[in-house]
């Protein structure tokens, strides 16, 4: 039992090694190559180019106030509804949970276009209304700026911030907040002087990781900054892989060892908050109950602020795109409008044999990509939680160094390693780089479903007489359902909406999805644009279905219901 224990766990640390640890390596070796074609003549010059260019100095700074700005802005905002939440007596509090759950099903390269669609200064509808209504010359929000991306990268980062944040405030014990009353501080004092100093580890750790997240964002900053010539490195480094005539894989690597050094630290000093948590856990085994704070006056007006929230993050994005997708070009709703909607641009969309073949490819990654990444998943889970070794500290530590990789950072590195083999420019690259990343995703509820399952359970199979992988098909996994579900629509949806990986990686033939959304914004047909949006998100739908259904009807067939 103990050497196929220790053969599986040593041969994980291989496979797993392999997707994380080689395109970092890789990015370092070409971060010092002349060039893809000249792998290994090692030169300095691409360091010197990349760091002595005068625009890189515009970029860090503005890439410091983007992730900055929006981090902030995520962070306030899932503080404000979680304490709205966990501590008052505010309606509705079922919004909450739809706050933190469903924009999280709609890709950031879709929530972008829609922001744009509504703020941009030429024909944006929301400004076209302000303009007409309050009689004035010039658009009154340009949503192509620095607080465009900021604002729109902080309601996405928003439901994340607000996971970090809620069950910490839920499981803060409020004897504390009544003590600080009975010695005369007022609601606001107690909140400032004892609530957010206990919670400090929970308000880093999100403010920390909506930092890590908007460093490594693509999809704002390339719909919404790009127009405005606002660019950060994550638009830096496209430019020099994507754009123009002579692409420098050579120096985007260089700018990219500095972006991944900064992301793997960050992600560090993260998990280090996130331990130091638990030691200002305050919840006790007496009888803890929650007291809630009276809003009364206030209880209406601050519902309203989270129903228009609400609004604004999930009903507003899809609205405008499913109307785009039926308009001529970009209108205010009116009756004429409305008059001239058709199926036109949907039926483009369906005869368009790229974006067929891109439809083609992201199914195909989102289906046999999941499946792949939760079975990789399962047995590295598995180690993680039941094989208490040095190597499986060591799995764990490399499985969850891909949390920190910035998108189009790693896809350089994935570049370098694939143009050296037969993979590059196939489906089999995207497949690869696509687990490679995501597999932290596939893990984690993996690993939190096998803590759940008692070790006498394996123990006993082994006893009478069943291989470990017997052991493993008939008794474990049929345990893990729950977790397998959830591990493979996470999974399957990140795959069907991913876009930074490829921009990088994707080739002709190998289009996806985003990569043809992203074609359609740069050339403006917003409306071909908004009907592809809306079948990636009916897909991404569709498979969490699916999977719940097919996950429930499993779990039925085990129990003999």
């Not at 760091?51 to 100095?57: E, G, I, Q, V």
Request: include cysteine; charged fraction near 10%.
């Amino acid at each position: 039992m103990d050497q196929s224990r220790s053969k599986l766990t040593y041969s994980l640390v291989i496979i797993v090694g392999f997707l994380t640890v080689c395109p970092v390596v890789m990015l370092t070796l070409g971060s010092f190559s002349e060039g893809l074609t000249a792998f290994g003549s090692f030169t300095l010059d691409k360091y010197i180019d990349a760091y002595t260019n005068p625009a890189l100095f515009e970029v860090i700074v503005n890439t410091v106030i983007f992730v900055l700005g929006s981090s902030t802005l995520a962070t306030v905002l899932a503080l404000f509804l979680a304490y709205l939440n966990t501590r008052t007596d505010i309606p509705f509090k079922f919004l909450f949970r739809i706050l933190s759950i469903i924009p999280m099903m709609i890709p950031h390269l879709l929530f972008s276009v829609s922001w744009a669609l509504l703020l941009n200064p030429s024909n944006g509808m929301m400004n076209i209304v302000l303009k007409n209504a309050l009689f004035l010359e010039s658009a009154p929000f340009n949503i192509y700026s620095l607080w465009g991306m900021i604002l729109v990268e902080g309601l996405l980062d928003l439901p994340i911030a607000y996971l970090i944040i809620a069950p910490a405030m839920a499981s803060f014990d409020v004897a504390l907040e009544e003590s600080s009353r009975v010695f005369g501080a007022g609601t606001w004092r107690t909140l400032f002087r004892v609530t957010l100093p206990v919670l400090r580890p929970a308000i880093l750790a999100a403010f920390i990781l909506g930092v890590v997240r908007s460093l490594a964002s693509f999809a704002v900053p390339s719909v919404i900054g790009m127009p405005g010539r606002v660019y950060v490195l994550a638009t830096h480094l496209y430019e020099m892989i994507a754009l123009g005539f002579a692409t420098d894989y050579g120096k985007a690597a260089a700018v990219g060892m500095s972006v991944l050094a900064t992301s793997v630290t960050l992600i560090f000093v993260y998990r280090a908050l996130t331990a130091e948590s638990e030691k200002y856990v305050t919840i006790s085994g007496r009888g803890y109950r929650p007291t809630m704070v009276e809003l009364k006056g206030a209880r209406i007006p601050l519902f309203i602020v989270v129903a228009l929230l609400s609004f604004i993050m999930i009903v507003l994005p899809v609205a405008v795109l499913f109307y785009t997708s039926l308009v001529p070009y970009t209108m205010v709703p009116s009756a004429r409008a409305f008059s001239l909607m058709s199926w036109k641009h949907w039926i483009d969309v369906l005869h368009d044999p790229l974006s067929l073949l891109s439809l083609k490819n992201s199914l195909f990654l989102g289906v046999v990509g999941a499946t792949l990444g939760v079975a990789l998943s399962i047995f590295v889970a598995y180690v993680i939680v039941k094989v208490k070794t040095r190597a499986s500290g060591v799995l764990e530590s490399l499985s969850y160094l891909s949390f920190s990789f910035p998108g189009i950072v790693i896809g350089v590195g994935f570049m370098w390693f694939f143009v050296q083999t037969p993979l590059y420019a196939t489906i089999w690259a995207l497949l690869i780089g696509y687990i490679a990343t995501y597999l932290p995703y596939g893990i984690r509820p993996l690993a939190s479903a096998f803590i759940q399952v008692h070790a006498h359970l394996e123990e006993s199979s082994l006893v009478c007489g069943a291989s470990p992988l017997t052991t493993m098909r008939r008794i474990i996994v049929p345990l893990l359902i729950p977790g397998i579900v959830s591990a493979w629509i996470l999974m399957a949806t990140m795959f069907v909406r991913e876009l930074t990986l490829s921009v990088v990686l994707s080739r002709p033939g190998t289009e996806v999805l985003a990569v043809q959304i992203l074609r359609f914004a740069d050339d403006g047909l917003w409306g071909k644009l908004s009907a592809l949006g809306i079948i990636m998100i009916f897909i991404s739908i569709t498979l969490v279905i699916l999977a719940t259904l097919i996950g429930a009807k499993f779990r039925a067939v085990e129990s003999g219901e």
